[in-house]
């Protein structure tokens, strides 16, 4: 099974290093401390999703550029050959599948999103756009003070350059698909 902490730490002290940044930059640049920092690189410690898109976007990259995989001719990826990133108590699970390739420009997920279960994300870069595809329970996703709703078998397609919010709404999992797609 591969760690995600030991990738996680590597890619973010190797991006640091070749941005030429130190650790009190990365701080200014992200709003996660110095310490915090110093930790993951370390690999001390598991960032939550919060805390990777504050580094991402504070550093001008892509999410899942701080998890790359190498890349083969084929890949098929196990569900439990990768490490969720959790928030909200355990109740939102976060499975990066695919990551982030300049060539592409997206990275897919797949969320499970647990009864009463939430995340307030932050925005991501300009022009940034999410594709989520729910294969069972409810959905609410909140951009703009606006709240739209999918049900198992529906998508919602939005502009993921300001904050929102996703809600397990219904009595069951959700289990859900996500694309996000980078432009130039």
């Known amino acids: 099974m591969e760690n995600i902490n030991i990738v996680f730490s590597d890619n973010l002290k190797r991006l640091r290093e070749q941005k030429k940044l130190s650790l009190d930059a ?7 401390s110095k310490s915090m920092l110093g930790q993951i690189e370390r690999g001390d410690v598991n960032p939550t999703i919060s805390i990777v898109w504050k580094i991402a976007n504070g550093l001008k990259i892509s999410f899942t550029e701080l998890m790359l995989r ?16 959790l928030e909200n108590d355990g109740k939102f699970r976060n499975y ?5 390739d300049s060539k592409r420009r997206f990275e897919t997920y797949y969320i499970e999103l647990d009864t009463g279960g939430y995340l307030e994300a932050e925005a991501h870069p300009q022009g940034t756009q999410e594709f989520i595809t729910a294969f069972s329970g409810n959905l609410v996703v909140i951009v703009d003070e606006q709240e739209l709703t999918i049900d198992c078998g529906s998508s919602v397609r939005f502009k993921a350059d300001r904050p929102h919010v ?19």
């Not at 996703?166 to 130039?184: A, F, H, Q, R, W």
């Open 70 to 85: 190498p890349e083969n001719d084929y890949e098929v990826i196990e569900k439990t050959s990768v490490h969720p990133l």
């Open 96 to 100: 990066p599948m695919f990551s982030f």
């Open 26 to 32: 990365v701080a200014k640049l992200s709003g996660v």
């Open 166 to 184: 996703y809600k397990n709404t219904g009595n069951d999992i959700c289990l859900l698909s996500m694309v996000i797609y980078y432009p130039e």
